[in-house]
């Protein structure tokens, strides 16, 4: 793929603590959470922030009854990956605006967990080819992207540190979950039963989504993703990142 590397290297392991930021209940669970599952295996901490509940996500459910249950099911979704802190700033979905409000709601996220990893889901165009993406996917992404850079700089949203946020400028790398453009892996094979239980969890969303049985469906999603990763990752059943450094 253009712009890809041949081969994908081992993502950095030189943190602790990680701060995923993404638009909706199962944007993690579709691929990321297997290495999630690792890095909390091995003691790191992660925190997940939510820019919406997912509540425009099920045709058959009216929107304030699915937030709730969206809510609820990515809660545990979280937990059977060793995440306990899940935190959502409600905003609309389906119709984020990427601009300084949301780019502040982010930066204040950051200040807040410290983390040394921000990961975010695809802020790409495209899932690669022709496979568009969505409109709250691309303004997440790219408002993650500066918020990280805002975090770090007192005179951007000065208002933060007046509610007590002081600058945190100790972001190190931003990981792209899902993106056409990966560079970096991890080796997701000990992570992997417990990111189908993950997946599993958003039953509600996924039996709205297909006729197949949820396990066998998140089973095999899974694994096609994992296997696709592999080919460019020594053959490790493996999650792919873009990864980008400060």
Known sequence: MAGAPAHLAEMPADWQRALAIVAHPDDLEYGASAAIATWTDAGRDVVYVLATLGEAGIDGIEPAEAGPLREQEQRASAAAVGVSTVEFLRHPDGVIEYGTALRRDFAASIRLHRPELVLTLNHHDTWGGTAWNTPDHRAVGRAVLDAVADAGNR???PELAEDGLEPWNGVRYVAVAGSP??????????????????LLAHRTYIE?????????????????????????????PAVSFELFTR
């Not at 560079?183 to 039963?193: I, K, L, Y």
């Not at 006729?211 to 053959?235: C, T, V, W």
């Open 208 to 236: 709205a989504l297909t006729d197949q049985d949820p396990e066998q469906y998140s089973r095999s999603f899974l694994e096609s993703e994992m296997k696709a990763a592999s080919a460019r990752f020594g053959g490790r």
């Open 181 to 198: 453009q990966a560079t970096h892996a991890v080796d997701a094979s000990a992570g992997f039963e417990r990111a189908v239980r993950s």
């Open 155 to 157: 005179w951007i949203f």
